[in-house]
């Protein structure tokens, strides 16, 4: 199955160079570009688009915007965003990841890591490294305020969903928790979509959101 990937930037010449990169690798296919993210949530509409390069920066409407727009309509809900940035310690990029956003890349990329993190949004999981994570949660603290009240769709979630929630908020791969709680890879990953499912997240990055906003996993705890 082919990847149908748009890309939204506002400059001619980086569209240019990711299409050149994307169209080159097998499986992979530009279905269009927006220099805005208004024309960018336009085109997902207009295309059966599975993942957006999407630019944080651009005119009228910004890439945050345009995300939040994506993952609040249901017609969209199979859309994967990948922001791109120019400095991937951007706090613009915390609000992308609240917005909905599957995981973020800096804009000097190499080739073969770019189509390596569209084929990984578009299996849906997120690209969120242990690194990254860690580096996201000190200023996701700081610019959030946790609510005080215990979400109740947490009733929802078993003991095994949380404890592979909280594992997923510490940056692990389904790899790492398979190997850690000897399960298999596939277990991991429906217990993953089912907690989903349970707390109304888009994808692995909002759950790290989640996690940290409502204080289950808090900065310097060790993984569970």
Known sequence: MTIRVLLADDQALIRAGFRM??????????????????????LCHR??????LMDIRMPRVDGIEATRRIGADERLAGVRVLVLTTFDNDDNVIHALQAGASGFLGKNVAP????????????????????????????LIRDLQPPVRRPPELDLVTD???????????????????ERLHLSPLTVKTHINRTMIKLAARDRA???????RHQLVRPGDPPP
């Open 21 to 42: 990169i994307v169209d080159a690798a097998p499986g992979l296919e530009v279905v269009g570009e927006a220099a805005d993210g208004a024309e960018a949530v336009e």
């Open 47 to 52: 295309h059966r688009v599975d993942v957006v």
């Open 112 to 139: 073969g890591d770019l189509v390596n993190a569209i084929r990984v949004v578009a299996d849906g999981e997120a690209l969120l490294s242990p690194r990254a994570t860690r580096g996201l949660v000190s200023r």
């Open 160 to 178: 095994r969903e949380k404890e592979i929630l909280l594992l997923v908020a510490h940056g692990l791969s389904n790899t790492d928790i398979a």
């Open 206 to 212: 909002q759950l790290v959101v989640f996690a940290y």
